[in-house]
T-cell receptor
Framework: SQKIEQNSEALNIQEGKTATLTCNYT??????LQWYRQDPGRGPVFLLL?????KEKRKERLKVTFDTTLKQSLFHITASQPADSATYLC????????FGTGTRLTIIP | GAVVSQHPSRVICKSGTSVKIECRSL??????MFWYRQFPKQSLMLMAT?????????EQGVEKDKFLINHASLTLSTLTVTSAHPEDSSFYIC???????????FGPGTRLTVL
């Protein structure tokens, strides 16, 4: 069956360091992959979309990679700040958009 | 990105009552909107796809008679939880699809608590 795994439920990173979150999927061949940020009690906010023919995409301090051979996406936040603390969700299209369970990132001052 | 609003943001109701949640697209016409439910520490689960002017498409296991969806205009979709029970307590989130970019824009969510 198809599965999306974000293998860290929670991640603590020191302020200023790079935070790296992982999204692995099985039995999918998605045309693209998305990353969202969700703050407590709020709806998700779209961050980045990366397509299958793109290896890497950047937006300000964010960088996403997409390895269709490994079936994995990495999400990096460089020069992390306490304001980056949130839950980050990856999502893949499969007739509908399916979300991973998320990684709760905490940036420690 | 697109702007989506939801109303109310929080609602507390007694068991057996019905609750209506509104989802509005504020800056473009959305032919397709989605309704999700999220339980604590879990991911978003799609409940149904709301199509303007036609019947909603419900996901497996979601009771269409309990969760009534109406998408009467290109800017408004409503979800009515009928005869709510405590197990319906959850965070309900709508989204609209920007098909040109394959991106969904989410509303701020509605926290429903059924006593």
């Amino acid at each position: 069956s198809q599965k999306i795994e974000q293998n860290s439920e929670a991640l603590n990173i020191q302020e200023g360091k790079t935070a790296t979150l992982t999204c692995n999927y099985t039995n999918y061949s998605p045309a693209y992959l998305q990353w969202y940020r969700q703050d407590p009690g709020r709806g998700p906010v779209f961050l980045l979309l990366i397509r299958e023919n793109e290896k890497e995409k950047r937006k300000e301090r964010l960088k996403v990679t997409f390895d269709t051979t490994l079936k994995q996406s990495l999400f990096h936040i460089t020069a992390s700040q306490p304001a980056d603390s949130a839950t980050y969700l990856c999502a893949l299209p499969n007739e509908k958009l399916t979300f991973g369970t998320g990684t709760r990132l905490t940036i420690i001052p | 990105g697109a702007v989506v609003s939801q109303h109310p943001s929080r609602v507390i109701c007694k068991s057996g009552t019905s609750v209506k949640i509104e989802c509005r697209s504020l800056d473009f016409q959305a032919t397709t909107m989605f309704w999700y439910r999220q339980f604590p520490k879990q991911s978003l689960m799609l409940m149904a796809t709301s199509n303007e002017g036609s019947k909603a498409t419900y996901e497996q296991g979601v009771e269409k008679d309990k969760f009534l969806i109406n998408h009467a205009s290109l800017t408004l979709s409503t979800l009515t939880v009928t005869s709510a029970h405590p197990e319906d307590s959850s965070f309900y989130i709508c989204s609209e699809l920007a098909s040109s970019t394959d991106t969904q824009y989410f509303g701020p969510g509605t926290r429903l608590t059924v006593l």
